[in-house]
């Protein structure tokens, strides 16, 4: 997962009044949570003004597509951005960036793609049950019904 999401960065989006620019991603997988965090470091530049360094957070779920034998990030979003120094009026157009940047770079990203020449990876293409967040890893769940089951943990 991390690797993958490492190849969207750095990414960056200009307006008419701001530059946009979002670098060093870290991916975080919560407990209790449908939801993978992309925390960024992130850097706004506005004419005649200093740049300033904050941070992003995005999200985006986990979605197992059985078509191309992938798991994809969806629904992917901004939750967070932070920029100390960035006047208040500019905050509605960096938040606008910010959220085509979840959508542009985020959303069906493919965080793995099962492999045909692994036996049980090629099997999990018809056995795929559910996708959860456990331990800080994504655990797959794999069966022909609910009394056989095999997880896959990915990290």
Avoid at 58 to 78: E, H, I, N
């Amino acid at each position: 997962v991390r690797q993958q999401v490492a190849t969207r960065f750095p990414a960056e989006k200009s307006a008419l009044l701001a530059t946009l620019k979002f670098s060093d991603p870290t991916v975080e997988i919560k407990d209790g949570s449908e939801r993978v965090l992309i925390h960024v470091k992130a850097t706004v530049s506005i004419p005649l003004k200093s740049a300033d360094a904050g941070t992003a957070t995005f999200s985006g779920k986990v979605k197992f597509d059985d078509v191309g034998s992938q798991f994809l990030l969806v629904d992917s979003r901004l939750d967070e951005v932070a920029m100390a120094k960035i006047p208040e009026r500019f905050h509605d157009e960096i938040s606008a960036l910010a959220r085509l940047v979840a959508g542009d770079k985020l959303d069906n990203l493919t965080l793995y793609k099962l492999s045909s020449d692994n036996n049980l990876e090629a099997a999990a293409k018809h056995l795929f049950k559910s996708a959860e967040v456990t331990d800080g890893k994504i655990r797959i769940t794999l069966g022909l019904n609910n009394k056989w089951k095999e997880s896959l943990t990915f990290r």
